[in-house]
């Protein structure tokens, strides 16, 4: 794939949406690190969330072999909650410069918003990301 396989694909379009809800587990919290802490959801925790939910909503419109993965982000953790809650994450595609995706994303366990902000994303061909991370198993 080359540099120019990358301009904006017709599919690629602001608006592109997705979620991903789990029930926060303890190893999601603070708590699981030093258990003089409370159990409650990570900042960590919640922007992989986010993340995912971004990648998610634009999965799809990428052309073959290719992935996004995270470059930047500029989220605020607003409110505590605890394992066993329930959690959505959401993210929206809203624009792109060069091959880098901006995403507006939320957390949610019901009405209440837990954080919200910005995440970035690029966009690369997978198995040379894999081969320059060191992550393609030896056969």
């Known amino acids: ?11 690629l379009q602001p608006g592109l949406e997705a979620q991903v809800e789990k029930i926060i ?15 409650v959801l990570s900042t960590p925790a919640m922007i992989g ?7 998610r909503a634009v ?22 909650v605890a394992a066993g809650a329930h959690l959505v994450a959401h993210a929206r595609f809203v624009g792109m410069n ?7 994303v939320e957390a ?3 009405e209440l918003l837990i954080g919200k902000g910005r995440v970035y994303r690029a966009i690369v061909e997978f198995e040379r990301f894999a081969s320059g991370a060191g992550l393609r198993q030896s056969s």
Not at 1 to 11: K, L, N, Q, R
Not at 98 to 104: R, Y
């Open 49 to 55: 969330m986010m993340e995912l939910a971004a990648a």
């Open 59 to 80: 999965q799809a419109a990428l052309p073959p072999g290719a992935i996004t993965v995270g470059t930047r982000i500029e989220v605020d953790h607003l409110k505590a």
């Open 108 to 110: 949610r366990s019901g």
């Open 98 to 104: 060069g091959k880098i995706l901006a995403f507006e």
């Open 1 to 11: 794939m080359s540099a120019e396989s990358f301009s904006t694909p017709a599919a």
């Open 25 to 39: 587990p303890l190893e999601w919290t603070i708590a699981h690190y030093d258990a003089r802490l409370p159990a």
